[in-house]
């Protein structure tokens, strides 16, 4: 285990599913984020949250929603997705922003079908 | 567009022999920081550069900061098969405030691919 927790690892969900992909952390890091990895892609920048306060928005798509209840746990709500969504999510922490190291948990694999 | 430039892509080694790989940034940069992912992983950090010219060892792994904070370097001496996975840079292009706290964001290079053959 990383130190961060993510769930489920695995979500296959139909295009007019809503779901939602849940992210932990109990290493008292201030930071957390949501990247996605695509085959043959950079690591993208979804969201980031300073202090359970959103900092950044990378121009995602409205039917990816974020949530960060408390400085420890992290959701992605997800809806009317699309197959090119389809991709492994991950979800990082760190003690601030660029200064350190970034914890990632193992991912949830999400296909869209 | 991309802003950290990462090469090659792909490395298939033998056994024995050293991997380089490259990342590179029309920017200066604030930092860089080094993560491997082993196939079927997660991103795990290795290690951050924040001086210019700055190099760091671990064990095999080398990682060098360029002297004008626009490139790094990874060096693995005598490749072994639990260094195969992709290893990814990633770096600060935003500047960071007087205080030194930055709520930038990492850029992470496109990785390299390394495959070792035994």
């Known amino acids: 285990e990383t130190g961060v927790t993510q769930t489920p690892r695995h979500l296959v969900m139909g295009m007019t599913n809503k779901k939602s992909l849940k992210c932990e952390q109990h290493l008292g890091h201030n930071a957390m984020y949501w990247y996605k990895q695509s085959a043959k892609k950079p690591l993208e920048l979804m969201f980031v949250y300073n202090f359970k306060e959103q900092t950044e928005n990378n121009s995602v798509p409205s039917r990816f929603s974020p949530e960060c209840p408390n400085s420890s746990h992290l959701f992605l709500h997800l809806h009317t997705l699309q197959p090119e969504d389809s991709a492994l999510y991950l979800c990082?922490?760190?003690?601030?922003?660029?200064?350190?190291?970034?914890?990632f948990g193992s991912g949830t694999r999400l296909t869209v079908v | 567009g991309q802003q950290v430039m990462q090469i090659p892509q792909y490395q298939h080694v033998q056994e024995g022999e050293d991997f380089t790989t490259y990342c590179n940034s029309s920017?200066?940069?604030?930092?860089i920081q080094w993560y491997k992912q082993r196939p079927g992983g997660h991103p795990v950090f290795l290690i951050q550069?924040?001086?210019?010219?700055e190099v760091k060892k671990q064990k095999r792994l080398t990682f060098q900061f360029g002297e004008a904070k626009k490139n790094s370097s990874l060096h693995i001496t005598a490749t072994q098969t639990t260094d195969v996975g992709t290893y990814f840079c990633a770096a600060t292009l935003t500047p960071t405030n007087a205080g030194g706290t930055s709520y930038g964001k990492l850029t992470f290079g496109q990785g390299t691919i390394l495959t070792v053959h035994p």
């Open positions: 990082a922490s760190s003690q601030e922003s660029v200064w350190y190291g970034y914890t």
């Open positions: 920017t200066t940069l604030s930092n």
């Open positions: 550069l924040v001086k210019s010219g």
